[in-house]
């Protein structure tokens, strides 16, 4: 787990949205979002970008940057090694922060931290859990690259059944209304019954195909997603199979609409083409970059929330 | 080794003790303390513990926080791994840094880069050897928590033989009048001859005992700690036996005197149970946010001799 | 790769040289230095130099060191360990800061940065490659200790085969006049043709000896390097007779003229006695210094560039 300490300047800036709790304590999962509450992140997120743009106000910015105390291997270098439960560590690392940003093996490890910790914790991804703010910022980068996220048609092509991305991703996309979703994925790996019954339940259209260029001609995002080889431990036949049937290249790209994007939650290996990158369409990088306006979003917000704790105690 | 940038607000601010001059250049071992020195070093730690509960003075505590540079894994990373010597790497990296922090596999290592440096070193532990912040964090939280340092009775239990902290909480508790401990530990890891003759030179009084139950009804402090797998090497009947002999549950808090509390100095394993950390009495993670305040208060003390050193040279 | 955030400060201040363009807009390897900008490279350094002792200053110097964030093991913890290629790893990387400062174990890993970097790239070693801002400080601090770097008489001994430090040094010396160059090296570890004809194009003197005391007595510099064990893989027979060959010691000091100084890249093993390092001669630890003023002095340079690129987008 890794630290953040307040700074002021979150503490005293009044809000965008003054006078309206925001209702999390914790950014744990997929499911703590509704539409209203995206709407409220991406507004702080937008604003966020704004104030990177003007030169002047870059400090405000750097101000929101915090301090960040970090441990890369917590696995071998933390007291975790010595046996400490992660509870523990969590009281212990309350003691010096302000938030806490955690990254771990295990699923559930974020919820387990939460229940232990009095100031806010944010999943950073646990294990093959959640990764929520990686959801957000891909459903931040659609309404800013599409302009919407209603009445949109979305492919998601990969590994749908063990890519945690793409499984948030279609949770929250059924908080919308007339969403279509394509699902392209290898035999061994598509996407699982859960996520097919949740939209069903949402009344979001679904189909799965094969048929990646007609995916593509059709569809305002298409949503690449890497193979991921520790999947299919030492049948290194499938995993080929799998990592080499559905790339997209420029062939792929010279069948999207003008106003379509490609994304990837990054990082990449060859099933997007690099002789794409610089299509105008190809949106990933874009995306990477909306990472911090989303997670200086979530801070800038739970923040707020601590502040008020600690007034009140 | 890890560097700590001298903040400027250090070098203005003037001392709460000015015209005082600190006596320490460096801090590398308990022994180098006496009650006049921690009653000083506590006054300035109990400032940084009032300016952070005023929100106003929050940015004040930030700026002492100053700026490190940390390298978690120096064995394998730092320049020591192509055979530098420690008095090389402390050399170097006094060049970019106003004090140097040190934790280090090898006992006398912090004395040894204090020898080679120019700026102030604190021994944040070397091996088996010393870890003296840790021995003023648990006196400093005694002092907090129970009014007193004089006339307290208490119980030091678990692995006494091996545990660098208990040895250093024995010596330190020996500069104080009426002090009287109880050693509850495993017969493979009793407290060792040198603590014992070097408290009966002090008129410290200290009884054996394998009583815990008699012990928490009497002291002011129940100091648990924590029987180290390592010390057991391929004993694992030993290490069980060991381990599970002295725990502090529930039933032993009930023994407990309203006003007593119970320290370790973490990480825990099975040795309290966690039923008993919501228990007023359980004192041991405001002993961990303790070592914010004492190691804060030994910064500022530290780096005051340092600006004096660079204003004269 | 690690980031470096650009400081405010840096972009409000007028720089010294101000309205003449910085040529560079990344640092990747020696060769793109010549001696009017070693010198405006100099200016900038002796700049960072006063402010350090100038404590009221000492907040500007602070300002000019931003926000760094580090990873020590990027081969095995980011996505570099799932495949991800060096190009997506800076360009996601570039999205949240403004340089990148780059250590990689692959040669032309830094141009290959840099050639998919829209932010500058600073090479701060690329395995056996280059590693320019050592070979900057090296001669910033023949400059500051010998007052010239014309008309001089250097000696480079020990592994002038593989040393990159020593082969870039040689190259920037052949940008200045009336150079001498003595190669000091065992049989095995010789200064490669390629160098050597450079600097006979460049009209360098150079000789080939093995008489150490006799380089040490006619010499300005004496640089003296470290024989890297991993050079010769099993051959340890000749690495021990390589390491033993060319030792600098009290004697070999006692035959310096007064005003000559020993340099050494750092770290040392014994190819430079301890007993030395009190000599005033012994230059190696100043010489790491001005490392810090180097690096400061090129951020200086670079985030200019990168400035008036933000201001023209």
């Given amino acids: 787990p890794w630290q953040f300490n307040c700074p002021q300047k979150i503490r005293q800036n009044p809000s965008s949205s003054a006078g309206q709790r925001f209702p999390l304590s914790d950014v744990i999962e997929a499911q703590q979002f509704d539409r209203d509450l995206l709407g409220r992140i991406f507004d702080v ?30 696995r071998e270098f933390s007291s975790a090694a010595k046996g400490e439960t992660l509870e523990d560590t969590i009281r212990t690392v309350e003691g010096y922060s302000d938030i806490i940003v955690l990254r771990h093996f295990k699923s559930g490890a ?64 059924g908080k919308y209304h ?16 859960d996520i097919k ?24 995002v298409v949503y690449q997603t890497r ?5 299919f431990s030492d049948r290194t036949d499938l995993y080929a199979e799998a990592r080499g049937k559905f790339i997209v290249d420029k062939h792929t790209m010279s069948r999207l609409q003008s106003h379509a994007v490609v994304l990837h939650p990054l990082p990449r290996l060859d099933e997007i083409t690099v002789d794409v990158d610089s299509d105008p369409c190809a949106a990933y990088f874009r995306q990477a970059k909306n990472g911090l306006y989303i997670r200086m979003a979530l801070l800038k917000l739970l923040l707020k929330v601590r502040c008020r704790r600690a007034f009140k105690s």
Same sequence: chains 1, 2, 3.
Wanted: charged share 30%; proline share 3%; net charge negative.
């Fill in 45 to 74: 997120a937008g604003v966020m970008e704004d104030l990177e743009k003007d030169t002047d106000a870059h400090n405000i910015l750097k101000g929101l940057a915090g301090e960040v105390l970090t441990t890369e291997n917590a």
């Fill in 110 to 173: 974020a919820k387990q931290a939460a229940a232990a910790a009095t100031i806010p914790v944010i999943n950073a991804g646990d294990g093959p859990g959640q990764h929520p703010t990686q959801a957000l910022l891909d459903v931040y980068t659609i309404q800013r690259e599409i302009g919407r996220l209603d009445d949109i048609k979305v492919g998601l092509v990969g590994d749908l059944a063990n890519g945690r991305t793409v499984r948030s991703l279609a949770y929250l996309l």
């Fill in 178 to 193: 007339g969403v279509k979703l394509f699902f392209v994925a290898p035999d061994v790996v598509k996407m699982k019954d």
């Fill in 197 to 220: 019954d949740y939209l069903t339940s949402k009344d979001v259209e679904w189909e799965e195909t094969s048929d990646l260029m007609d995916v593509a001609s059709k569809c305002d």
């Fill in 227 to 231: 193979i991921q080889r520790e999947r």
